[in-house]
């Protein structure tokens, strides 16, 4: 597994205080993971941080899970 | 035992404190134990209050309208340890009759009043969502509900301050991050003191508690909207007048 993969993934178990095991990279922030649309904010703002980029709210938009936002920093970051 | 209302360890912004109210606030915050950051655009006043002060006192002088100042008041307030508690307390008066008003005088104040104190709440919101705490007081009118000829702006301003605490008290209540309006009456400040003792006493017979306010009374109205034990007051106005107006 990719690097940008793992630090994702451990953003999102920060976050949102899920079980690792459940944050696959199919899983849905909000249907799987049980995040708000707050939380989904939060997610973007720490990806930016993390990966050092900005991701506009119309790219933020289309990552719903966590595999958009692996892929999506995969290509920007 | 910390006893009521202890800010100990935490650290507050407050905007416009080289003025009277925004200087009483800052002592009454700081009485509490809090770290005060003292925003305003004249050092001297500044300075001078925090050295009456002493310790735990920082001055940081910005013209919040700027663009930047939110941010590097809020990254000097987290190099303190974290911002816990803005007060948005800076604003200006431009009266006119609207007839007269200049676009620059609409302008200028909504810039100062409204846009500003946006700014900065929102500035200040990364770091007390990720702590899961905050408290944000905005320093409204009570034009802002009443309406004043001659402050077509201000009442304006002070009205879209309060519609944004909702707004923004609504999206960041499960946070633990509070926001709220103070929504003073008349205070006896250098704006008042220039009133001749007829206007003086023209404005006092409107308010029942038949006094103008005092700077410290709008502090404790603050204080209180800034401590932990108001943590489940939200997107509220505490109108502090003297009763001039219920609302």
Not at chain 2, 7 to 24: E, F, H, K, R
Not at chain 2, 89 to 118: E, H, P, Q, S, Y
Request: net charge negative; charged share 25%.
């Amino acid at each position: 597994m990719s690097d940008i993969a793992e630090r994702v993934k451990k953003i999102v178990v920060e976050h949102l205080g899920v079980d690792e095991a459940k944050v696959t990279e199919n899983a849905s922030f909000v249907d799987d993971l049980g995040a708000d649309s707050l939380d989904t904010v939060e997610l973007v703002m720490a990806f930016e941080e993390e990966f050092g980029c900005e991701i506009p709210d119309d790219a933020a938009e289309k990552i719903l899970t966590v595999k958009d936002a692996i892929n999506y920093i995969q290509e920007h970051g | 035992m910390a006893g009521a209302f202890d800010l100990d360890g935490q650290v507050a912004v407050v905007t416009g404190a080289s003025g009277g109210i925004g200087g009483a606030i800052a002592r009454s915050l700081h009485a509490q134990g809090a770290t005060v950051v003292l925003t305003g655009r004249r050092r001297e006043a500044l300075d001078a209050l925090a050295a009456e002060l002493g310790e735990r006192a920082h001055v940081v002088v910005a013209d919040t309208t700027e663009e930047g100042a939110a941010e590097k008041i809020v990254a000097e307030a987290e190099k303190l340890g974290s911002l816990d508690i803005l007060v948005n307390n800076a604003g200006i008066t431009r009266d006119t009759l609207a007839m007269r008003m200049k676009d620059a005088d609409w302008a200028g104040v909504i810039d100062t009043n409204l846009t500003a104190c946006f700014r900065l709440a929102r500035a200040s919101l990364k770091g007390m969502m990720k702590r899961r705490h905050g408290r944000i007081i905005n320093i409204t009118s009570i034009v802002g509900v009443t309406g004043n000829a001659g402050q077509t702006n201000y009442a304006a301003a002070k009205a879209g301050l309060i519609g944004m605490s909702k707004a923004m008290a609504a999206e960041i209540a499960a946070r633990g991050i509070t926001v709220n309006c103070v929504a003073p009456g008349f205070v006896a400040t250098a704006m008042t003191d220039a009133l001749d003792e007829k206007q003086r006493d023209a404005l006092t017979q409107r308010i029942p508690a038949g006094r103008l306010g005092k700077p410290e009374d709008v502090a404790a109205a603050c204080l209180y909207l800034a401590s932990r034990e108001a943590g489940w007051v939200t997107g509220q106005t505490l109108h502090v007048n003297g009763g001039m107006a219920m609302i």
